[in-house]
């Protein structure tokens, strides 16, 4: 009897917080995990921490704010016989600051992370999904990039995930085949980013992650979805 192939998902920014948590998820789901992180002791410390819990996870070094280091990953892991089926989008920063008080060299950081790094992984590993036929590609966004709530919050932050927004609809129109891509809301969550007081927990915030990363074949696509839910873009 043939089984289900072993589905390969790969996570920006998995070295702490809601990455960290979902590289743990996914793996739990029965998936290969690649764990990625900028930096390689952190990243080598998580993923030894999710191996030591049993699971399969593999860390690679991957700055989403550089596109020769995601570049080298993508190269890396073809090279290795590695294809990713599912990719979480998941790595950002959180300047605070409001539009008139934020900095070129802080729009220009923010532009690089939140949504030249999707913008890269996707160039890098959707390409192989159209190949074969399947992938799931998962933008970890915020209600702060809301369109239609006004782009609440911080400024660099609000913008970046709005085109994150505009990057998942644009990339869902263009995919073939058994390939979808959504973007969710995690919620407030008690993270380094979301602080001690957040409402939620990294499990309640993986919870739509680790869902649309393995949707089947009738799932949604070009969504936006928090607990499970169609949001407003
Ligand atoms: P976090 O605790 O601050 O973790 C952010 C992660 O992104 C860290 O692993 C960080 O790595 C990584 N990262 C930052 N810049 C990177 C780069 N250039 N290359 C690779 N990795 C990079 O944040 P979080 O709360 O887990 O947030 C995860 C996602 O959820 C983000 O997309 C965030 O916008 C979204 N979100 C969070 C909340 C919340 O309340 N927490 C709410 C709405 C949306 P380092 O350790 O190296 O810095």
């Known amino acids: 009897m043939v089984g289900s192939p072993v589905r390969t998902a790969l996570v920006t920014g998995g070295n702490r917080g809601i990455g960290f948590e979902a590289c743990r998820e996914l793996a739990m789901t029965g998936l290969r995990v690649v764990l990625t992180a900028r930096d390689q002791g952190r990243g080598t410390r998580a993923a030894e921490q999710l191996r030591s819990e049993g699971w399969d996870v593999r860390f690679e ?28 989008n998941n790595a950002a920063i959180y300047p605070t600051d409001r539009f008139l008080a934020t900095g070129e060299e802080t729009m220009r950081e923010t532009v690089e992370t939140n949504l030249l790094g999707p913008f890269r992984t996707c160039r890098a ?10 992938g799931r590609v998962v933008n970890v966004s915020s209600d702060i990039g809301s369109i239609n709530a006004g782009v609440p919050g911080p400024a660099a932050y609000g913008i970046t995930k709005a085109a994150l927004h505009a990057l998942t609809r644009r990339l869902a129109r263009e995919v073939r085949g058994d ?30 992650l680790v869902w649309l990363a393995t949707l089947p074949a009738d799932g949604p696509t070009d969504g936006l979805f928090f607990d499970r839910r169609p949001i407003p873009w």
């Open 179 to 208: 390939v979808k891509v959504n973007a969710m809301s995690p919620g407030w969550v008690r993270t380094d980013m979301g602080g001690a007081a957040a409402p939620r927990s990294v499990e309640q915030a993986c919870d739509t």
């Open 61 to 88: 070094v991957m700055d989403v704010a550089s596109a020769e280091s995601v570049i080298a990953c993508a190269e890396r892991l073809a090279s290795n016989g590695v294809a990713i089926d599912a990719l979480v």
């Open 125 to 134: 590993f959707v390409p192989g999904m159209l190949a074969r036929g399947y």
